[in-house]
């Protein structure tokens, strides 16, 4: 049970530091095509890191073997890269507004990511 409690935790907080970026970036891009893509964004980002914490949880420190936990976080790391390099073509070709979508969704990795190391040294 207390694997779920972590988990729907680091999903609050992510919620809430997509949300804090998305209004942020709300007064940079202000049409509509631009919103809906820092939406769609704000969703792919929340899937990816919420399976990205799921992956690097088990080896959070005091658990798994020596180096597991950085290698889980590099592991994140490429997900993230690979998922970035996919939705730029994907935006492009479901008509998304790509410059938004692309700094959108480089903007709540980069939020979330920061939360990780916190969230996990706060249930040790």
């Given at each position: 049970?207390?694997e ?13 530091l ?28 929340f ?8 992956l690097?949880r ?31 073509p ?27 190391p ?7």
């Amino acid at each position: 049970m207390k694997e779920k409690r972590a988990i729907s935790f680091f999903a609050g907080v992510s919620a809430s530091l997509i949300i804090v970026g998305t209004i942020i970036l709300r007064t940079y891009y202000r049409t509509v095509d631009q919103h809906n893509a820092m939406l769609i964004s704000a969703g792919l980002a929340f899937a990816v890191q919420l399976g990205s914490y799921a992956l690097l949880r088990p080896a959070r420190p005091g658990h798994g073997f020596p180096g597991e936990l950085l290698l889980r976080w590099g592991l994140g790391a490429v997900l993230r890269l690979f998922v970035l390099v996919l939705y730029a073509p994907l935006a492009r070709i479901i008509n998304l507004s790509v410059e938004a979508a692309l700094v959108s969704l480089v903007t709540f990795f980069f939020l979330t990511m920061m939360a990780e190391p916190l969230l996990l040294e706060y249930d040790r």
